[in-house]
């Protein structure tokens, strides 16, 4: 079991930046990507933003590209959510997650989620 806790979530006006914080403990060793989604209401979870575990690689959204950085300290085996110029549409449920399979981009390949962490833009 892979436990993870996500922190750092708030209010921010249009434009703000937020950094938010995802703690991994347990078996940690299975898991070689690390993945950041968002959900909004009414609307379905989605990818933002992964990196590996091993050589760092990330990759992003388009709707985030140019304004979040995701990035690890392996040591502390925490990942985090750097999020700048921050805009309305970007409200939402904020979740890390672990995937054992590299590179992954799809919620499917996710097999442990933190309880997430609410972030609100507002206008």
């Known amino acids: 079991q892979v436990q993870l806790v996500e922190s750092g979530g708030g209010l921010v006006q249009a434009g703000g930046s937020l950094r938010l914080s995802c703690a991994a403990s347990g078996r940690t060793f299975n898991s070689v990507t690390m993945g950041w989604f968002r959900q909004a209401p009414g609307k379905e979870r989605e990818f933002v933003a992964r990196?590996?575990?091993?050589?760092?690689?990330?990759y992003y959204a388009d709707s985030v590209k140019g304004r979040f950085t995701i990035s690890r300290v392996n040591a502390k085996n925490t990942v985090y959510l750097q999020m700048n110029s921050l805009k309305p549409e970007d409200t939402a449920v904020y979740y890390c997650?672990?995937?054992?399979?590299?590179?992954?981009?799809?919620?499917?390949?996710?097999?442990?989620w933190g309880q997430g962490t609410q972030v609100t833009v507002s206008s």
């Open positions: 997650a672990a995937s054992q399979y590299l590179g992954a981009i799809d919620r499917m390949h996710y097999n442990y």
């Open positions: 990196i590996t575990l091993t050589g760092g690689t990330t």
